[in-house]
């Protein structure tokens, strides 16, 4: 089965707290995911690579540890990954950069694909997926179902809440593939909605409800 980390930062936990209040407005909300992903992304990033170059500093010469392999992508499920890919970028600015649009049927909760665009060299990179809702994880495992046929191989799984039912969903579909969530919430409501959760996450970031 796949690993789960539960990024339990308490920055990480406060801000989502601030999220998840129903007063909280777009520009906050969208603000707040940013402030997020970049301790998520800090931690997703652990384990890169490191290879040594030798530099010169002001004072001396010496061997610096730089980023070795080829660039990470960061693969953003429409919509509301882009809520996580801005500070995934500023921590990452080289990456390159992958969207799969999906939305939900509101009632099958089936993802339907409207867009696929992603480099085309995934083989030997890092492919990070980012969607804040693993919620029945159908959207989740369909992007790493593509990104795998786009021959993506190391694939990593970021979200900000996740549904036990969605988890379990998504390590049985992807077992290799380790996902980071700030939070495991309780369940998911008769319309697939994570709760407590933060409500429609593409819809607050957006303001469009
Ligand atoms: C939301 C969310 C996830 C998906 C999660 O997207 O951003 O992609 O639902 O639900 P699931 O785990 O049950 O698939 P939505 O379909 O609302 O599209 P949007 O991001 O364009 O608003
Ligand atoms: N998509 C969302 O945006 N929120 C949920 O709670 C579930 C799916």
């Given at each position: 089965?796949?690993?789960?980390?539960?990024v339990?930062?308490?920055?990480?936990?406060?801000?989502l707290?601030?999220?998840?209040?129903?007063?909280?407005?777009?520009?906050?909300?969208?603000?707040?995911?940013?402030?997020?992903s970049?301790?998520?992304?800090?931690?997703?990033?652990?384990?890169?690579?490191?290879?040594?170059?030798?530099?010169?500093?002001p004072?001396?010469?010496?061997?610096?540890?730089?980023?070795?392999?080829?660039?990470?992508?960061l693969?953003?499920?429409?919509?509301?990954?882009?809520?996580?890919?801005?500070?995934?970028?500023?921590?990452?600015?080289?990456a390159?950069?992958?969207?799969?649009?999906?939305?939900?049927?509101?009632?099958t909760?089936?993802a339907?694909?409207?867009?696929?665009?992603?480099?085309?060299?995934?083989?030997?990179r890092?492919?990070?997926?980012?969607?804040?809702?693993?919620?029945?994880?159908?959207?989740?495992?369909?992007?790493?179902?593509?990104?795998?046929?786009?021959?993506?191989?190391?694939?990593?799984m970021?979200?900000?809440?996740?549904?036990?039912?969605?988890?379990?969903?998504?390590?049985?579909?992807?077992p290799?593939?380790?996902v980071?969530?700030?939070?495991?919430?309780?369940?998911?409501?008769?319309?697939?909605?994570?709760?407590?959760?933060?409500?429609?996450?593409?819809?607050?970031?957006?303001?469009?409800?």
């Open positions: 089965m796949s690993q789960v980390t539960v339990d930062h308490p920055l990480i936990q406060h801000k707290s601030l999220m998840r209040r129903k007063e909280t407005g777009t520009a906050r909300f969208r603000s707040l995911l940013r402030e997020i970049l301790l998520l992304g800090y931690e997703v990033t652990r384990d890169l690579g490191l290879e040594t170059r030798p530099i010169e500093t004072l001396a010469t010496m061997d610096a540890p730089v980023l070795s392999g080829r660039k990470p992508v693969i953003s499920v429409l919509r509301a990954g882009n809520g996580l890919l801005d500070g995934m970028l500023d921590l990452i600015p080289s390159r950069v992958g969207y799969v649009g999906l939305y939900r049927d509101p009632e909760l089936i339907v694909e409207y867009y696929f665009k992603v480099p085309e060299d995934l083989e030997d890092l492919v990070i997926v980012l969607d804040p809702m693993l919620a029945t994880a159908n959207s989740a495992i369909a992007a790493v179902e593509r990104a795998r046929e786009a021959s993506a191989r190391h694939i990593k970021v979200c900000l809440i996740a549904a036990p039912e969605g988890l379990e969903a998504f390590r049985a579909a992807h290799d593939v380790h980071y969530t700030a939070a495991i919430d309780e369940r998911l409501d008769d319309h697939g909605y994570i709760v407590p959760g933060i409500g429609d996450a593409g819809d607050r970031l957006y303001g469009t409800r």
